[in-house]
């Protein structure tokens, strides 16, 4: 059991590590302050433990077994990705000044919407539920302990990722003070745009 676990560990770091599109979200948010970029995290957070509840309902099997409940969650997932690249597109496509002074402390309105855009990103995501059915029965030891190791494993991972977005939201709201030309902020406003834009068109192109 203990190798079980270990292997999963290693294997959720491995996964934590490759960019998607809560990374994209963190960046964005961090830009506009570390608080902005941690909310955001504290929102990917709670849609995992959305996810740890979906598992726990056995909401998770109905999306395996039901087409038009999974069609419908993931093109609302999609949507709401594509509508966070529309908006950053068109961030990087306003005309704006270079900003010399350093961004005010981001309010309690702004680090609200950044938690919820979190917490969609994931709720919204059964492609993340589908992964976890697909993923976690190789390091799961038959028994009656099964759900609850399933569950804990997928908090595990959460938690793992939450460490690692926290490094990237610190590391982000850094780069805000290289980053005071209006060229460099719509630069990388486009980025985070085509990015989100893209993975908001493979979910709703992917299936089960």
Known sequence: METQWLAFSVAALMLTLMPGPDT?????NALGGVRRGLAAVAGITFGGLFHVALFAL???QLLMYSERAF???KMLGAAYLAYLGVKALRAALRPRADAPLPQPV???SGLWRAFAQGALTNALNPKIAMFYLAFLPQFLAPGAGMARDSMLMIGLHYSIGAVW???VAMAASRMAGT???ARAARVLDGLIGTMMLGFGARLAWSSR
Not at 24 to 28: A, D, W
């Open 24 to 28: 994209f979200l963190v960046i964005g």
């Open 58 to 60: 056995g909401v998770t």
């Open 71 to 73: 069609w419908t969650v």
């Open 106 to 108: 981001a309010p309690a």
């Open 165 to 167: 977005l926290c490094v």
């Open 179 to 181: 980053l005071r030309s």
